[in-house]
């Protein structure tokens, strides 16, 4: 019977698209993963604000980036970004745009994928360009991220999605917290409808990545609360002028006001801009089968059914 079962379910492809994994990077005793969360109700409409709009699936990190997954890749060959606001898991911050954008970078050298930034490090700062239709992986319509990427930084969109969404794709809530009631300030936990803000400036600063509050519908944490993290968009949402502001969301742990998690609340700062309190997540794409893919998959899951009921009956 669970042959059966286990042959309907790869069938029907149900599995594939909902599943949250980890995938790892870095080597040795560096090593480290990244827990994702897979983003699907594909083409669903934005909120009434003009936010969370996404036309196909994606998965996003289901915890915010910390200081010891900077370490450790840092140990495995990343170069030329530094964090150290806070120590072990708690999150990594005092870090800039073009620092998370040089990460994600990495992430996807790392692993043979191109890179999702046109970055060029001088010697003593980050700069960028746009990628141009003479570049393999040139978007048109978003001319900072490469289409050939494999990782990158949620765009506004996406990171709003995740964090407001309804997994069942019938709306949004007004905190990322699943609710539209303010969520409960805490210093840390994982219990639902909390999240980590209006603790004051020190201590006791923000928890672990791993206990920052409860969850969004979808499943991911510390979208509100605890650090603010930056998104790939630019303040115009245009990603046409390297020099524009970049969109920041989420609130922070010693901010006292609600406000400032819920979906209305938008804020930007320069792409070098290093504070405390700021860091980021990573998005990627949702690794789906072709349709030829799935063919092959529903016939070798028909010839399992055909087998078992041959050998049963």
């Keep these: 019977m669970k042959k059966l079962l286990l042959a309907t379910a790869i069938l029907s492809g ?4 909902t599943s949250a994994h980890a ?8 090593q480290f993963t990244l827990d994702f969360t897979t983003i699907g109700n594909t083409n669903n409409s934005a909120d009434t604000n003009g936010y969370g709009s996404v036309g196909y699936a994606y998965r996003i990190g289901t915890y915010e980036i910390s200081q010891n997954q900077i370490t450790a890749a840092t140990a495995s060959g990343l170069q030329n970004v530094t964090a150290g606001a806070w120590t072990g898991d708690r999150p990594a911050a ?5 620092e998370s954008a040089a990460f994600v970078n990495w992430l996807n050298t790392s692993k043979g994928f191109a890179p999702a930034y046109n970055l060029t490090w001088s010697g003593s700062t980050w700069s960028m360009s746009l990628w141009t239709v003479s570049n393999a992986g040139y978007d048109a319509n978003n001319e900072y991220r490469s289409s050939l990427a494999k990782y990158f930084l949620p765009s506004e969109n996406e990171f709003y999605k995740a964090a407001f969404g309804k997994s069942d794709g019938s709306g949004y809530y007004l905190y990322p917290t699943a609710g539209n009631s303010a969520p409960t300030a805490v210093t840390s936990g994982t ?3 909390t999240a980590v803000y209006n603790q004051g400036w020190i201590p006791p600063g923000p928890a672990s ?10 499943g991911t944490m510390g979208q509100g609360g605890n650090i603010q993290e930056w998104q790939e968009s630019s303040s115009d949402g245009t990603n ?6 970049r969109m920041v969301r989420g609130g922070y742990w010693y ?7 819920d979906s209305s609340t938008r804020s930007s700062f320069g792409p070098s801009t290093d504070i405390v309190n700021l860091g980021f997540r990573v998005a990627s794409v949702d690794i789906i089968p072709e349709p030829s893919t799935y063919g092959l998959f ?3 899951a028909l010839a399992v059914v055909i087998a078992y009921r041959r050998k049963t009956a």
């Design 298 to 300: 529903g016939l070798g």
């Design 14 to 17: 149900a599995s594939l698209t």
């Design 23 to 30: 995938d790892t990077f870095g080597t040795g005793t560096n």
């Design 191 to 193: 219990a639902s409808g």
């Design 209 to 218: 990545i791993y206990e920052a509050g409860g969850r969004s519908s979808y």
């Design 255 to 261: 901010g006292a006001s609600s406000d400032r998690l």
């Design 240 to 245: 046409n002028n390297v020099g524009d502001q």
């Design 94 to 98: 005092h870090m800039s745009w073009y």
